[in-house]
């Protein structure tokens, strides 16, 4: 184990050198989610904007006892040049439903909402879709993304992660 290359084995199962995989979830790069959200999150939060984590979850339908469960996560905290701060999610639950879901912990929530759903929920929702789209084609990723003890990938999922992925455009914002 010594001699392991972790980041050459990250680069070979398609994530960025930055990115680590971590037991039941695995944790990505902004740069994942490619330079449209990046840009987008930059002119909301400003340049300095400061991502805490971006994880994605899979949760075997083995293990659900129903479909399987996807979901896509990403924080950005209040810093001293912006006041404004969520958690962003994408989840699909184990009937099968997704939704798009933000925490907002800006100071002016009212004035952030407007600009969050009109702004950066479509740019998420882009995100999203190349990011899981190319997630759910390894299964080596999904495994290290798998909840649950001792479950892995379940090659019997995939028409459904497929689907969530297809379905990620029209999801409804569901607010906490």
Do not use: C, H, W
């Not at 994942?32 to 949760?59: C, M, N, Q, S, W």
């Amino acid at each position: 184990m010594n001699n392991f290359d972790y980041k050459k084995y990250l680069v070979e199962n398609k994530l960025t050198s930055n990115s680590k995989m971590l037991n039941e979830y695995v944790e990505m790069d902004l740069n994942d989610l490619g330079p449209e959200f990046e840009k987008t999150i930059k002119e909301i939060f400003g340049e300095t904007v400061k991502v805490v984590d971006i994880k994605a979850t899979y949760r075997p339908s083995t293990d659900t006892g129903a479909k399987p469960m996807l979901y896509i996560s990403i924080t950005i905290p209040q810093t001293k040049e912006s006041t404004k701060a969520l958690l962003l999610s994408i989840t699909f639950e184990k009937d099968g439903q997704g939704y798009i879901s933000y925490n907002n912990y800006s100071k002016d929530k009212e004035d952030t909402k407007e600009e969050f759903n009109n702004k950066l929920v479509p740019a998420f929702k882009k995100a999203a879709v190349l990011t899981l789209g190319k997630l759910i084609k390894n299964p080596n990723q999904l495994t290290s993304a798998t909840m649950g003890g001792g479950y892995k990938y379940e090659e019997k999922d995939q028409a459904d992660l497929d689907k969530y992925v297809s379905e990620i455009p029209n999801l409804p914002i569901k607010n906490k």
